[in-house]
């Protein structure tokens, strides 16, 4: 039995600098997909998977984040006042309820692996779930639900994985796996950004991870890596060595919501398939394209 995975780490601190001028003074885990912001959407995947704690690394702009998971009780009192009951239990339904969230500072961006130690005192000595709200991965069950059946069964760490065709891969974090079991795999290797020549499969790590807590030795102990951040890939092949590390090929589809295309393709794709939406929009969008 293994222990269960009760937190989730959201790191928001970066500075999006792909999105400006909109994230200015707006944070980019913010940006709607169609009416919702992508850390939403990353939260009410943990939420599905049975994450209970929601614990956000955030920097300097980032308090709306913090803003957007309280109670807004003006607005919730005005929607009352007004008989908008609708948007009412929609406020209600996607908010965390009271002392489930928590929120820690990375008081400079110097990459992921440190914003992901900066949680290491909300975490403690347990294994959590790390998602990183810009990649925005459609699935039915959700990724993290599906990584945590796969963690159930093995343990370890679980890393979320999906091909890309070979020429892809330098601009990704890529594993090389040995055994597989249904869509799961043993990783026994990590390579960062790796030339195609070199990496070692087309499995790319996809923004989902189930840790257990020594990541943070391996974080608190590594040098700066590739662009002179502290990479979490870095101190994951350091814990390789001492722990289990698997891969899942989940079933779903990602869009890089961190660039320009993956953002507008996410909100075509979400907005398609909104019922009260998607036949409007269809119509609309094909309406488009056959003008130009
Ligand atoms: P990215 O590298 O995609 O985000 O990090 P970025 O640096 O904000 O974006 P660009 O490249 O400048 O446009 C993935 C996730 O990790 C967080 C980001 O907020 C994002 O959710 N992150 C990144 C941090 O929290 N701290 C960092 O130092 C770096």
Same mark, same amino acid.
């Given at each position: 039995m293994q222990q269960k995975i009760k937190k989730a780490v959201f790191? $928001?601190?970066?500075?999006?600098?792909?999105f400006l001028p909109a994230t200015k003074a707006m944070?980019?885990?913010?940006?709607?997909?169609v009416d919702r912001p992508v850390i939403q959407l990353a939260v009410d995947e943990a939420r599905e998977a049975g994450i209970e704690h929601f614990v956000f690394v955030t920097g300097r702009n980032k308090g709306v984040i913090e803003d957007h998971f309280d109670k807004q009780f003006e607005l919730e009192e005005t929607l009352r006042a007004r008989g908008k009951t609708e948007q009412l239990k929609l406020l209600e339904a996607e908010r965390p309820s009271a002392g489930q969230t928590s929120f820690t500072r990375q008081?400079?961006?110097?990459?992921l692996g440190h914003a992901v130690w900066c949680a290491r005192e909300l975490i403690g000595p347990e294994p959590f779930a790390l998602l990183?709200?810009?990649?925005?991965i459609h699935a039915r069950p959700g990724c993290l639900k599906q990584m945590i059946s796969t963690y159930e069964e093995k343990g370890g760490n679980v890393i979320a994985v999906e091909e890309v065709p070979?020429?892809? $891969?330098?601009?990704y974090g890529v594993v090389g796996v040995s055994e597989q079991a249904g869509s799961s795999f043993t990783i026994n290797t990590m390579v960062e950004k790796p030339k195609p020549e070199d990496a070692p499969s087309n499995l790319i790590i996809t923004g989902r991870y189930i840790l257990q807590p020594e990541i943070f030795h391996h974080i608190a102990n590594q040098d700066p890596g590739s662009g002179g951040e502290i990479q979490i890939t870095d101190a994951m092949k350091g814990l390789m060595a001492e722990q289990p590390f698997h891969a899942l090929k989940f079933d779903g589809t990602t869009y890089d919501c961190g660039n320009k295309i993956g953002y507008l393709m996410a909100n075509v794709a979400y907005g398609l398939e909104r019922e009260d939406l998607g036949d409007e929009f269809r119509t609309a969008l094909n309406a488009m394209l056959d003008d130009v």
């Open positions: 790191p $928001v601190a970066g500075l999006g600098t792909r944070p980019k885990e913010m940006l709607t997909i008081q400079e961006p110097l990459g990183l709200p810009d990649v925005l070979p020429d892809q $891969v330098s601009n």
